[in-house]
């Protein structure tokens, strides 16, 4: 009977335990926010650090270092034919300049992170996987033919890690600026803004509270616009 009570008062004082420590243990860390600064407004963006923490990692990086002061939005791209300015994508960062890049980082496939690219998303462009260094889009619509295809490891996608929380109607007027039908090579060509957008500065801003990330990928990627 002694026995069976000293058993029973040490599993209850380790349920105490385990019950403290929990209640004790920090709450996850907000994930980080960067506010964009351009000639024409700002763009406010969450990382998701949770999910692709290389990527954020690498993304704040540039924007620690002050890297990205003096960019531009440079490009804007839609399907032939798209009038309005609420499906596309708009690029920015340092357009492989020797004096600023960093080096390329990991692959964070869509299939890891379970961000799919949806309206506002956030993404790194890239070559090959692997290539990633300071150029990033941001999308506007449904661009979800970007996410790695499950059926087919020769699609890789691209790296999301993160979301515009404010600014989307910035995102649409650059998206609808005047290109040059000439300009670019390779799938950019006729997608090079004519006065590229200024970025004056890009700067952590304070974190919003904790919050799921974003949805999870489709099970397969739409077809390419």
Request: contains cysteine; charged residues 15%.
């Amino acid at each position: 009977m002694l026995i069976r009570r000293t058993l029973l008062a040490l599993a209850a004082a380790a349920a105490s335990l385990a019950g403290a420590a929990h209640a004790q243990s920090p709450a996850p860390a907000p994930n980080p926010r960067v506010a964009i600064t351009t000639a024409l407004g700002t763009i406010t963006v969450e990382l998701y650090a949770d999910r692709a923490p290389i990527t954020v990692a690498n993304y704040l990086k540039y924007v620690d270092r002050k890297l990205y002061d003096g960019a531009t939005f440079y490009r804007a791209s839609k399907p032939p034919g798209q009038a309005a300015n609420d499906y596309g994508t708009i690029q920015g960062g340092l357009q492989n300049d020797p004096k600023k890049v960093l080096p390329p980082i990991a692959h964070e496939s869509t299939l890891k992170t379970g961000i799919g690219h949806g309206d506002g998303i956030i993404s790194m462009g890239r070559h090959a996987p692997g290539t990633a260094q300071a150029d990033w889009v941001i999308c506007i619509g449904d661009m979800s033919y970007l996410n790695a295809d499950p059926k087919d490891p020769k699609n890789p996608g691209f790296a999301a890690f993160g979301k515009v929380t404010d600014g989307m109607p910035l995102a649409q007027q650059i998206l609808g600026l005047p290109t040059d039908p000439n300009a670019g090579v390779g799938a950019m060509k006729g997608e090079m803004l004519v006065k590229p957008v200024k970025i004056i500065s890009i700067r952590r801003v304070a974190a919003a509270p904790a919050a799921p990330s974003a949805p999870a990928v489709a099970a397969s990627p739409a077809p390419a616009a």
